[in-house]
């Protein structure tokens, strides 16, 4: 599917289509579908990191929130969406050991005890061994610093989940 086919979605179909680019934030494409016509992917994007960083403080901790623990409760029950399985899987955090996976367990608890947030990184591109290491060195920094990372984060997994949207045959299940 290519940008000038995005432009022409009606904006039910946009919403089933790129709903869940962020994690869990519809809201988000649903807005940003009044900006079409995109020239370009990257204007499309654009558009969404543009919602997201004019959100207050309190909607960038609300779209962190969104976000399922790495190797947590939801991966556990299966209760992931389909992409967050995928990208989950991917970084092998469905396959710890048993120190590892308890590792994680008490580092995100740890995080989200002093963020009020859980920890968000961009699984697709760090493997187990960097998402611990990232996990563990972030619950040192500060409240702002990290409300700022972790929506980077959050941008990255939605360019991944957008160019993988792109980039597939096209033919969606509507
Ligand atoms: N807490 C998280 O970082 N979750 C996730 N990152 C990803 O890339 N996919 C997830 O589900």
Known sequence: MDIAAVNLLPYEDFVNIFGNVVEK???????????????????????????????????????????????GRD??????????????????????????????????????KRFGFPFVICARINDKAAILQQLSARCQNELAVERARGIEEVKKICHLRINTLLLSDGTFKL
């Open 25 to 71: 934030c519809p809201i988000i494409p649903a807005a940003v579908w009044s900006r079409r016509p995109f020239v370009s992917v990257k204007a499309f994007e654009a558009a969404i990191n543009e919602f997201i960083d004019a959100l207050p403080e309190s909607g960038k901790e609300g779209i962190l929130r969104c976000h399922p623990d790495l190797a």
């Open 75 to 112: 991966l556990k029950s299966g209760t992931l969406t389909r992409e967050s399985q995928e990208e989950q899987a991917g970084a092998g955090m469905d396959a710890l050991s048993s120190s590892e996976a308890a590792r994680m367990a008490r580092l995100n608890e740890e995080y989200k």
